[in-house]
């Protein structure tokens, strides 16, 4: 008869079997081959973006940016300093935000972040992208108040938006998108102009701006308020991106290249994760070229690569990586089967991973009543996991446990379900952080940066001519990359392992993460500084 601690540790077991270099080889080199596949046959994956040429690091301009993520908006300004910013510390005052030194070139004010709730998320579109014109309008009111009163028009006739938009779009330019099905808990599912959309949303922030105007040249002492309003700029819509676009044309912007050195890939892994990396035309789906103004005279061009959209996985079904708890959580999700990647690997499911796990042990156990809280889906946060499970000593994370999923017996949270709730998360992390390397090195070798050799594990060498090995530069942002203790460094460590273990031929490179920061708001504004409309 099993025990309690054989059922645990064997649930253990089924996320960290995997967790080995000849299965991650595996798991690496057959993710290339599907995403191979996928470029060349799918039009819902390895999705061209308008953005065929890096940044050059001398582009200037001032805009306002607005990053709309699966858990929060942001909004703010970005002005790019270019060349002469390269001796420059980035501006503290009036609300711009502290940086780190790569981003001296870049100075950013007025930033302003909200979680969006929600309704928002199941409201229908139209309310949803009204909120953010008030999210923007809140912002550049916030910067018009600091200016003098009697400079006219500050921004000009219209202020340049660049914006970042966490969810799948198609393009054929930079200043035009039509939003996807968003999933990360959005209801919204049908094809929308996103451009549309946004002017739309602020646009009743223009005719409140025109009607105070008019109304306050009636009155003897117009108030404050209205004078400011009587200048709210329009806006013109300079770039719109996918999040991991953005990051990876930020770092591209922020960094100075070196001979051997460059930025091969974006990653995002928070709420959601994607990816981004630049690749060759000839490579894709010939649909996919209608996407671009001049398609024949292109060479490379930056995917957004969608990978964690159906089909993804196959390579994760086929090795048996899938435990029955993911198959669980799939299927109870919002759109079961659609991003089935992200449901294992995300921040926005980590927790009920977690939570589903440890149900299912306990309910196997003795007859004590489970706290009803915990029954609850998603009761189990990842910020929770980031921020006690894996952070804090047994008896904080007791008090916290029985603080948040209280008992109606004491007796609940003893020791040992602290200590299995702490082994469970750390497996599913651990997980986490390794699948995401070998998506990252498969991917890197769909392109042809990196090699996976059929017989990968026969590769190995090392680097001994004394010349500085080749750096690819995977710009990485988001809260659980960021955040989560110990995901980073995992990550790392199984990438290194995965190049050095894949072939003979990587001896001379290296692949390291660097992190982009706030990326998203940032590649913004750097892309919209690169629209050809923009003088």
Known sequence: MATDHDEESLAIAAFTDCLNESTLLDLARRFSEVYRDLAKSSLEHFLVTPLTALPTGKEKGKFIT????????????VELLGEAGTEIQEDVENGASDSSKPFEKIRRSYDKSWPIEEHLKMDKAEDLFEWIGDCMAEVITDALNDMPASVEAPFGDELLLGITFSFPMAQKSLSEATLLPMGKGFAITSDLDLGKMLRAGYAHHIAESHAAGHDGETEERPSSKKRKLSRLPRIRIAAITNDTVATFASLAYAVKAAPNSRVAMGLIVGTGTNATVPMR??????????????????DNVVINT?????????PLIDLGIKTIWDKILDAHSEAPGFQPFEYMTSGRYLGEIVRLVFVDLVSKGTAIQLPTSLKSKNAIQTKFLSEHVANSDDDSLTNKLRENFPSSTEAFWTPARVASLRKIAGAVQQRSSALIAAACVGLLDCVHDVQIDPNARNGRAAHIDGSEPEELVIAYTGSTISQYPDWLRTCQRWIDALVAGGSTANASKRVVLREALDGGIIGAGVLASMTDSIA
Do not use: Y
């Open 281 to 298: 035309l000839s490579e894709l789906h010939p649909a996919k070229r209608d996407g671009l103004p001049n398609p024949d005279a292109v």
């Open 66 to 77: 607005i990053d709309v993520g699966g858990s929060n908006l942001r909004v703010g300004f």
């Open 306 to 314: 969608e990978w964690t959209i159906r089909g993804t996985d196959k």
